[in-house]
């Protein structure tokens, strides 16, 4: 039976959710809503001429109107909320009354825990929701469980992800593929891990290492925040290593510690020439246009690394997505990893493969269902062992 899907914020990263689920999500009807009717307008003109069916359709919606929102979500199977983080645990609620499914974006650990204390309201309700569904959180968690589900015991898992330009640019070497503040987020929030075999909260720009990517040669990688989401909370007791870093061009941390050491992160107001500033804003006005480069394509590099037992030998696992930029659809690289993974993971839900409650990204849909379906799509998915 067909569905009917909604996608509350149809910005970038909702569109390409809309465009799979017009694709792969047998979708009868998918609104897409937005306070901004004429971005919902365009964004659902652009799905129906990449699918050729009038599939999508416009709706004014704002999410922070509960009534409104409430009114928007009655008649929907599954909803992507693509909104601004900080909303998802005030959409959840409204999501649970009207009874419907319901995916976010995520991206904040502490907002994601905030959003599972829901758990037994949705599951009295018979409502599925699963937050975190996007890349980082996210995809790169689904890589962890499917190498996880090969072995009898895992001992560690190091995930790895990074968006970057095509043709990177001294002296940062990359360009802005999603909102800056979030992106000083990931640089400033601290993060969570498992090492040795405890729940740790590494300092984010730290632990810098080495990596290599075949095609691009010598990367860095450093802690960041919100990778991991709950999957510390989750593996706790079973493994001895969980750990999330971003992947940059060599070079790229020690330039961003420099603005953090020297506190142009802070969020303190400081006078200068009589006004006061936040750092913060300041950095977020300066380097959101010095970042975006809307001439150069992007790419997404995600790796997952296990070291467990099979048939009683100690093994490394590993698995590599490179994908770029689609010049067919339009769709950058960052869209297409966020936006894909999330409609995979609305479909299970649709098809009543997801238990009712708030269940944790990497308990929700088994990864090895996620890794299928992208290369049902055409994703270059690399798996190797040794």
């Keep these: 039976m067909a569905k009917t899907y909604a996608i509350l914020g149809s910005g970038m990263q909702g569109t390409a959710v809309a465009y799979d689920l017009a694709r ?23 799905v129906n001429a990449l699918v050729g069916a009038a599939i999508c359709e416009p709706q004014t919606v704002d999410a922070l109107d509960e009534s409104q929102l409430a009114n928007f979500l009655k008649p929907i199977d599954v909803v992507a909320s693509c909104v601004p983080y900080w909303m998802h645990p005030k959409i959840a609620p409204v999501a649970i009354k009207t009874a419907t499914n319901m995916i976010d974006m995520g991206g904040d650990t502490e907002v994601t825990l905030e959003t599972m204390r829901f758990d037994d309201a949705a599951k009295a309700a018979g409502v599925s929701i699963i937050p975190d569904t996007g890349l980082a959180p996210g995809l790169v968690n689904s890589l962890a469980t499917h190498l996880m589900s090969k072995c009898e015991e895992v001992e560690d898992v190091r995930l790895y992800c990074g968006g970057l330009p095509q043709n990177p ?6 360009k802005l593929v999603f909102n800056i503040e979030g992106l000083v987020a990931e640089y400033t929030d601290d993060a969570y891990a498992i090492r040795n075999g405890e729940l740790a909260r590494p300092q984010t720009l730290s632990d810098l290492e080495e990596i290599y990517w075949p095609g691009l040669g010598t990367m860095e990688a450093f ?41 142009f992160w802070s969020q303190e107001p400081m006078e200068v020439d009589g006004c006061k500033v936040r750092p913060r804003e300041m950095f977020h006005k300066i380097m959101s246009d010095a970042l975006h480069d809307p001439n150069d394509k992007d790419q997404i590099l995600v790796r997952a690394v296990v ?61 090895t269902v996620v890794v299928n379906e992208l290369a049902k799509r055409g994703i270059e998915i690399t798996e190797s062992e040794s």
């Excluded at 079973?238 to 070079?251: A, L, Q």
């Design 223 to 263: 802690v960041t925040s919100g990778g991991t989401s709950t999957a510390p909370h989750t593996f706790l007791g079973k493994v001895r290593t969980y750990e999330y870093k971003t992947i940059r061009f060599p070079g790229h941390c020690a330039l961003m510690r420099i603005f953090m050491d020297f506190g």
């Design 307 to 367: 070291l467990g037992k099979q048939q009683g030998q100690i093994k490394t696992l590993q698995i590599d997505i490179w994908d770029k930029q689609d010049d067919a659809t339009g769709f950058s690289a960052m869209e297409r990893m966020t936006g894909f993974p999330s409609s995979i993971n609305m479909i299970e839900i649709a098809k009543g493969n997801v238990a009712a409650g708030v269940i944790p990204y990497e308990l929700a849909v088994p990864g």
């Design 24 to 46: 792969y999500g047998d979708a009868g009807r998918i609104v897409m809503g937005d306070r901004d009717f004429e971005q919902a307008k365009r964004n659902s003109s652009r």
């Design 169 to 174: 640019k001294p002296p940062f070497n990359y």
